[in-house]
């Protein structure tokens, strides 16, 4: 089966919105070099304003996929390096606040405070809750430059999460949204009652990794397949390596790596990224955690 994400998460957003009434909808990310920051920030907009004060955009840096790709989609190589500035012209959209002289000065994205003004009515919110993204110091950095809650990445291999933390925590700037440090951090899960499934179903992740790095797209394949997959020394370690990164196994396991994980870390949220080769397995998994915390289905 193809990868839960989607190209598209304003899309998928929009959808949900239809579907939810008071959960929060993140998209996370979008990989803003591959996009106009004005596109996102109307893209943004109309979706907070279909479900007001429950929107969370995550911005990332990272192509996202491989070379060609990226290049299809960023028509330059030098798309990363302009990431600060454009995650501010991002910032100066949603907030309608570019100041005099500003070549955007008069250009407004649409839904957001301009219309409300415009309207001459209140704006329903503050917009989307903006959150950098990211797996690296760099990131770590702008989010606190920025004074925005910071995400960190786990489930994209051995990053140094305690470095990237501790820059965050330490070079934090107050914002008008934030007046001290928040963080989440997410984590590949694989959650079973028996340990040796969720083992293969993590693999299925470690595998459609692999199958990225080598440019056959990012794909879960059935356990069976995976295991019968002739690698080569090299794949079997980025396998193996993956596999033993993923939180995988019982449920009070998992809940024992992830407290684990909460006490080294500190986070104020942990997001569990499922990503075995059935649906029903994730959902069983989310299912046998949430019940393990006693935290209700509805």
């Known amino acids: 089966m193809g990868a839960t994400s989607v190209s598209s998460p304003p899309l998928m957003v929009a959808r949900l919105i239809a579907e939810t009434a008071r ?11 591959n996009h106009a920051p004005l596109l996102i920030a109307e893209q943004f907009g109309m979706l907070e304003a279909l479900a007001p004060n429950r929107i969370d955009l995550g911005l990332g840096r990272a192509p996202g996929t491989d070379g060609a790709t990226a290049a299809a989609l960023r028509r330059g190589a030098n798309a990363n390096d302009g990431f600060p500035q454009q995650v501010l012209e991002l910032l100066g959209f949603l907030a309608d606040d570019f100041p005099p002289g500003h070549p955007y000065q008069n250009v407004h994205a649409v839904p957001g405070p301009w219309q409300a003004a415009q309207n001459r009515v ?6 989307p809750e903006i959150w950098v993204l990211g797996s690296s110091p760099y990131s770590a950095h702008l989010a606190a430059q920025l004074g925005r809650p910071y995400a960190f990445a786990l489930q994209f291999g051995d990053a140094d999460i305690d470095t990237a933390l501790r820059i965050y925590r ?3 700037q107050p914002s008008d949204v934030l007046a001290e440090p928040r963080t989440l951090v997410s984590v590949p899960v694989a959650i079973s009652d028996d340990k040796a499934a969720a083992k293969r179903q993590a693999a299925t992740s470690a595998m459609a990794m692999l199958r990225m790095f080598k440019s056959e797209g990012y794909l879960l394949l059935p356990p069976d397949e995976v295991e019968a997959y002739p690698a080569t020394t090299q794949e079997r370690q980025i396998v193996d390596a993956y596999t033993s990164h993923s939180l995988h196994g019982t449920p009070a396991t ?6 684990a994980l909460h006490e080294r870390t500190g986070a104020d949220e942990i997001m569990l990224v499922v990503g075995g080769h059935s649906s029903a397995f994730d959902e069983c998994g989310i299912t046998l955690i949430a019940d393990h915390y006693n935290i209700p289905h509805a």
């Open 254 to 259: 998992v809940a024992d790596r992830l407290e």
């Open 23 to 33: 959960i929060r909808l993140g998209a996370g990310g979008v990989m803003l070099p």
């Open 170 to 172: 330490d070079t934090f």
């Open 122 to 127: 209140p704006a329903e919110s503050s917009g």
